[in-house]
């Protein structure tokens, strides 16, 4: 188990280097530079500007340079906030966290029991509205989502009945949480259901929970104890990436409720080609997804005995 | 169980509510209201407003500064020594008053004696000279060094040509800066209120290092306002400096600018008062207008315009640059994409840009027709005839914003229908657009200009042979003659003649075509009174902002 651990965390190491120096080079080949602007700038301002960053250097260097600061936990000075990205990500992340963590529970929970139900009770309305509302978080997008809820549950309850139940944005207070949370919930509640009543499914109709029901055991008792227990694994393992997609920062969301999370960051620091926020960011994101993925890997050894996870081996 | 079945079915059931009233709705809504502006009172805490400035300001350490919010917050908490006031005129800051040479050359500079910085130093001439030889000094980098051109010496600092002991503005006393221009720069008070030319304490520079202006408490402040709390992409609480000398005729005691980027959001948080201000883009103009709410409009100084490259084949025919030009309907243009109250541009520079008496463009008049299809399509057939072509095949250079595509495929409309030319439209992401345009590889490119200063030469400089700006390649002898007189000549009414005819030449030779200048717009909730200024200059002072009682 230790050595399992051990042997990904290495793994894991290597990708990131290979992300960074992917992300490395390819940022570069985007047309245009981080300083250039409506307006001309002075040439000597230029310089001094690339001598700052470190630009005027060779690239095998820049990059050797970037990787030294990487191990040494330092991500650099972001180009254009002026304000290391560490900083940056310690005061936007833990934002992101919590409304990640809120819709990440919710989406689970609720994806899982909607769709046992949908599984359970198949052919039923049950299974039709679940299913229903699978479809409509799969396929409406977050902007559609979040702006509606907005404008219905943060505008017009509030017009029509004088009290404000849901801030329209921010981040104060339990309420102001509440829709963008559920906003962010939806897409994953949906692939979690989706995916749960698919599984229960097929392991409902599996003979062991034939012999069971001969047993005489309650629906109950067969639902909770024999089939979910199986029908999860499918969901366990999609839970890494979405953890990743839902924790990192969800641009979307968080912009139409004005959350000062990660979100932006991902796509701003393109926009200006600010290539430290560039490569801090995507390293913070590929350093979560192995995390989150490891964390997956090794909840399998917990939920079902029968993976070993150093079957390599054998 | 019955719980969760009761709870799926309450999470099903307003989701589908949700999805369907949204259909009908939409089109009914906010017909009802009374008109007036207590329709929407605001915020609620006292003496305070928030307003929404949309965007994270990047940087607040003025050397460096360029980005619009960046300025709005800091003409709040950091005086200059002269400032504007509601029509953009020079009234004194920190300088009390000043003399000028006969020459138009030398500006001696008296300080009020009675201002501090909020880390108790005074506020003094060396300030100034600290910042603006930052400002000049390569190793800080600052994009608009250029501004501090217009000292004597600036340029040759700049590029290292001497030191900083030649640099044209020196203290007298801790209270009087003496200032020498390179040239008589008739607009050099107005520029002198630009945030680039804001104080810098160098004892507070010091400590701070390069993060200065990154935190609320790393840097700090001379001005009506200091800040006490800034979260990064949240929110910046500006709180009234009790040691500002104007102090007592300050009304607000908090300003709080919140960053909501989302335009639909913006409005929302207005409406259910969490906003006491917001901008307004085109569909929500029409929308509050609807309801009979009142719409404040200002033009912001930008124009927009089509950049022709000269050095292409076809484009270097000055009647197929007139013919594009005036075959696109510019008012239709503005009806139905800008939807504001923007301008036609019947010429280049802006409407906000002071003339001789009056604003430049009214002094200079109509130099384009606003649209004529029939001498568009004349000038078309004459390019066709002189460039001894049959068609003409081009490419318009667009950014990919969803209204940036919208306004590549009106002028791709418009050209064919009332050219019969067919045009290619790409968009792509802005800065690839600026590489491409200052890489000169383009046809035509779909671009804006916005002043950085009080005077038309904001505008004109940029057609000057070899400027970096000037993308379209245009080099026209008599226009850099022009020019150069423009910059020497210390007689207004003279000076103003050459900037006239200036103007003639490009509208004559059409390097561009100007399509619009743009408005702005934004509402105001029923608690603020008065006091808001936002011009091409001040965009957004809200210093003297006075509450409804």
Redesign the interface.
Known sequence: MIKYVVKRILYSLLTLLVLVTLTFFMMRL????P????????E??L???NE?YGLDKPMWQQLLIYMGNVFRGDLGISI????PVND?IK??FPYSFDLGMRALIFATV?GI??GI?AAVKRGTH?DT??M??AI?GVS?PGFIIG??????F???L??WTGI?FF????WDGFAAKILPSFALSLSSLATVSRLMRTSMMDVLSQDYIKTAKSKGLSQKTIIWKHAVRNAIMPVITVLGPISAALLTGAFVVE????I?GMG?FFVYSI???DYTMISGTTLFYGAFLIIANLLVDLAYGFIDPRVKLSEGKE | MKLRKLLSVMLVFSMTVTILSACGKKNTSDNNDNGSKNAYPGTSEENSITVNISSEPPDMFSVTMTDTTSFTVLRHIVENLVTLDENDKVKPGVAKDWTVSEDGLVYTFNLRDDMKWSNGEPVTAHDFVFAWTALLTPSFASDYAYFGYVFKNGEAYNKGEVGAEELGFKALSDYQLEVTLENPTSYFLDTLAFGVFAPVNEKAYKEFGTAYGTDADKMVYNGPFRMTSWEHENRIVLEKNPNYYNADNIELEKIVMVMINDSNAALNSFKVGEVDMIGLNGEQVQLMKKENYPVYTYADGSTFYLEYNLKNEYLANKNLRKAITYAIDKQAFIDSIVKNDSEVAVSFTAPPINGLNDKFYKEVGSLQPAFDAALAKEYYNKALEELNVDSISLSLIIDDSDSAVKNGAFVQEQLKVNLGLEIKVEPMPFKSRLERMSNKDFDIVFAGWGPDYNDPLTYLDMFETGNGNNHVGFSNAQYDELLHKVSTETDKETRFEYLKQLEQIIMEEMPVGPIYWRSRDYVLSGKIASGVIRTAFQDINLINVKLSK
């Open positions: 985007l047309p245009g530079d300083f250039i602007g409506q307006k001309a700038i002075p000597t301002t310089k001094s500007l700052k254009h906030y002026n304000r940056i005061q936007a609720m029991l909607l139900i049950w509205i679940s229903l509302l409509i409406v702006s509606l809820l907005q404008y219905f943060a505008l017009k509030t017009q404000t801030p329209n944005t921010g912009n139409i409720f004005a000062p932006k926009q200006t080609q």
